[in-house]
């Protein structure tokens, strides 16, 4: 749907009906660094393509603290960082030095499979300086998981952007509100920052099949029903529906596109179709042939990488 701030928020259905799934994530503590997972969840596989939804933050560290996440493998899907707060230093095995800022996006299609890793440059170390943000990983399409990997990254500035009285929407990837993303996709895809002022509202697309929203601060009410932060709800298809923000206003994230023509296995960092796709990523990360080897590191981080511990390698793929 093209934008249309006024759009009655009042629907057919009430809002528990209207409710497909409410997730509650996971929350984790990193050594005082916490993250939420809100997929995959018990209740709920993907939203459209994404199949991983991860909640950083907030946090704050003190001087030559910050993340360290060194390189690991990954196969049959696309991760975008986008940052509320904070940067990360992204290398990658296509050869990829990028620092990524507030607003802005990394795109790394792993397809047939890629290395990279992600910290805080020395530069922020030397400061006290915090974090927030999400990351997410999207399942490419039975079709494109053997594709080569390929690497994008777009500055805020680049980004459709809605301003419209309390409403300020972000498009980062895919196509919403008659707007188009730079970012190239595999399927159909939309995701959205939006911020809303107090009482402000937000039409949720309705021309995508799957759709879901992920509150990161304040409240919104839907259909009389209210949701706070670090709530992700998922929708019935079809359904026109608005959310409004509460008396603090709202940061969301909203999510979603075309299902999948199947479930997906997920182990460790790989996704696919395939349980034999990620047997054999599993033992070429094991083997560990960074010469011969379908995966290399990252140049300029090839001193260390994550290993497979035997705790992991005993678990199976879930999912499909």
Known sequence: MSWN?????????????????????????????????????PKRQMVGPFIFFDQMGPAEFI?????????????????????????????DSLGTHQMIYPGEVNWMVAGRGVTHSERTSAETRAKRHKLFGIQTWIALPEDREDMAPEFEHHKSGALPRIVDGGTEA????????????????QSETFYLDVVLHPGAQ?????????????VTEGSVEIAGDVFEAGR???????????????????????????????GRYIWWNFVSSSIDRIEAAKEAWKAADWEAGPFRLPPGDEDEHIPI?????????RGA
């Not at 984790?28 to 916490?34: A, K, P, Q």
């Not at 937000?202 to 759709?211: F, G, I, K």
């Not at 511990?309 to 793929?317: A, K, N, S, W």
Request: aromatic letters at 6%; hydrophobic letters at 35%; proline letters at 10%.
């Open 5 to 41: 701030p006024t759009q009655n928020p009042e629907c057919p259905a009430s809002g528990a009906d209207a409710l497909e799934t409410l997730i509650v994530p996971r929350a984790r503590d990193l050594g005082g660094f916490e993250v939420r997972r809100a997929l995959p969840s």
């Open 63 to 91: 001087t030559d603290g910050g993340i360290d996440v060194r390189p690991h493998p990954h196969i049959g899907l696309g991760t975008v960082t986008y940052l509320y707060q904070g940067e990360f230093e992204h290398r």
């Open 170 to 185: 972000t498009l980062i990837l895919g196509s919403a509100h008659g707007m188009t993303s730079p970012v190239t996709m």
């Open 202 to 214: 937000y039409p949720l697309p309705d021309n995508h099949e799957d759709r879901g929203l992920y």
């Open 232 to 262: 992700m709800m998922v929708f019935r298809p079809g359904d026109r529906l608005s959310v409004k923000a509460g008396p603090q206003g709202a940061r969301l994230m909203a999510l979603g596109g075309a299902t999948m023509n199947e």
């Open 309 to 317: 511990t035997p705790e992991l390698d005993r678990t199976r793929p």
